[in-house]
Nanobody, 120 residues
Framework: QVQVVESGGGLVQAGGSLRLSCAASESLYSIYVMGWDRQAPGKQRELVAR???????SYADSVKGRFTITRDNAKNTVYLQMDSLKPEDTAVYYCHVAGYTIVRTPFDSWGQGTQVTVSS
C-alpha cells in the first residue's frame, strides 16, 4: 500500500495560521484525488477539503474562506493552508490520497494523522 506522510501540525493561537503537507512515499502513475479530513475529540471524522487531479477544490462549509487546498503533482504532495484558525478547528487532521501506482494498481491511502491545536 502506498504510504502518505503528513507534516505541519502544531499549536497555534486563535487567528493564527498553519500549513499542513502530505506526500506520497513513492512514484505513482496518477493521483485522482487528494484531501484532508479531521476528527475532533468526541466527534465523527469530517471532510475538510478535497482537490481533484484537475485542480477542482471543495471545502466544508466551516472552513470556506479560511482554508486553501493545493497540490503539486510533480511532487505527489498536497497542502492545506489554514488561516484565521479557531479553537473549533482543533482536531487530528488526516491526509487522503487515492490513485494508481506505477504499475497501474489502484490504491486508497490515509496518513496517520497530525494534531492541530488552536488555543483561545
Amino acid at each position: 500500500q502506498v504510504q502518505v506522510v503528513e507534516s505541519g501540525g502544531g499549536l497555534v493561537q486563535a487567528g493564527g495560521s498553519l500549513r499542513l503537507s502530505c506526500a506520497a512515499s513513492e512514484s505513482l502513475y496518477s493521483i485522482y484525488v487528494m484531501g484532508w479530513d479531521r476528527q475532533a475529540p468526541g466527534k465523527q471524522r469530517e471532510l475538510v477539503a478535497r482537490i481533484t487531479s484537475g485542480g477542482g477544490a471543495s471545502y466544508a462549509d466551516s472552513v470556506k474562506g479560511r482554508f486553501t487546498i493545493t497540490r503539486d503533482n510533480a511532487k505527489n504532495t498536497v497542502y492545506l493552508q489554514m488561516d484565521s484558525l479557531k479553537p473549533e478547528d482543533t482536531a487530528v487532521y488526516y491526509c487522503h490520497v487515492a490513485g494508481y501506482t506505477i504499475v497501474r494498481t489502484p490504491f486508497d491511502s490515509w496518513g496517520q494523522g497530525t494534531q492541530v491545536t488552536v488555543s483561545s
